[in-house]
């Protein structure tokens, strides 16, 4: 019994070893992330861009509506981490930066797609978001 839980606390220590990051590693893959999200969000709005380029009305509350949002984001982003003095919310703060700010934008995604694929035939509510095909 000793024997097989000194060898779970072995594979304990050698999984943590094999798996462990450094902060620097976290922040970088944090940032990774919230850079696929920013070029995945650029696409999803040129797509809608170039879909609705004849509806020009749209085109310009869109735009209006996007501008107003990424400073929403970036507010929500100070009212979340406020500008403090160095280190105040220690060495997980860049990660932490990155990865709201990814939830942000994947959000704002979910919700620009609505005009890329559509939505039910008979929805009332609509507005200029197209029927799905």
Same mark, same amino acid.
């Given at each position: 019994? +000793?024997?097989?839980?000194?060898? !779970? !606390?072995i594979m304990?220590?050698?999984s943590i070893s094999v798996?462990? &990051?450094?902060?620097?590693? !976290?922040?970088?893959?944090?940032?990774? &992330?919230?850079?696929a999200s920013q070029k995945m969000l650029d696409n999803t709005y040129a797509q809608i861009l170039h879909d609705f380029k004849v509806d020009t009305i749209f085109i310009a509350n869109l735009k209006n509506a996007q501008t107003l949002w990424i400073k929403?984001?970036?507010s929500e982003m100070h009212a979340k981490y406020p500008n403090r003095e160095n280190g105040y919310y220690g060495s997980v703060q860049t990660m932490c930066w990155s990865l709201? +700010?990814?939830? !942000? $934008?994947?959000?704002?995604? +979910?919700?620009l797609k609505k005009w890329i694929e559509? $939505?039910?035939?008979?929805?009332v509510c609509s507005g $200029?978001?197209?029927f799905k095909k």
């Open positions: 019994m +000793k024997r097989r839980a000194f060898g !779970l !606390l304990g220590f050698i798996f462990a &990051q450094s902060q620097h590693d !976290l922040n970088n893959e944090a940032d990774e &992330q919230y850079q929403f984001r970036d709201y +700010k990814a939830a !942000l $934008t994947s959000d704002r995604i +979910k919700n559509g $939505t039910v035939e008979g929805d $200029t978001v197209p």
